[in-house]
């Protein structure tokens, strides 16, 4: 079965930066996308960032544009969310997802294309 561990999440200030692991098995890591999703207290989780597994490509949420960059070690099963210039808005639960398939395109951000989440990692940034 399929698993996916987060870490790297934590406590910074604003404008400071965190890198996000996400650790994936169970599965052929390259044959699918995987993605980062946010959920911050009282709001509905949402996509941030997804990383085809066929191609590479990357996509991202228009309120992370130009600050986060997803990027992938296929050799490490891992994906990574780089996070710069962090506000108190970026303040939620970050969760990776495993795709169900390799390519998900511009519609990646649609909760019925992922089939397995990881557990989470706060990210908290102060003002």
């Known amino acids: 079965e399929a698993q996916l561990v987060e870490s790297g999440g934590g406590l910074v200030q604003t404008g400071g930066s965190l890198r996000l692991s996400c650790v994936a098995s169970?599965?052929?890591?390259?044959?699918?996308?995987i993605g980062w999703f946010r959920q911050a207290p009282g709001k509905e989780r949402e996509g941030v960032s997804c990383i085809d597994g066929s191609d590479g490509d990357t996509y991202y949420a228009d309120f992370v544009k130009g600050r986060f960059t997803i990027s992938s070690d296929n050799a490490k099963n891992t994906v990574y969310l780089q996070m710069n210039s962090l506000k108190p808005d970026d303040t939620a639960v970050y969760y990776c997802?495993?795709?169900?398939?390799?390519?998900?395109?511009?519609?990646?951000?649609?909760?019925?294309?992922?089939?397995?989440w990881g557990q989470g990692t706060q990210v908290t940034v102060s003002s």
């Open positions: 169970g599965f052929t890591f390259d044959d699918y996308a």
């Open positions: 997802a495993k795709g169900g398939r390799p390519k998900l395109g511009s519609s990646w951000y649609a909760e019925a294309w992922w089939d397995y």
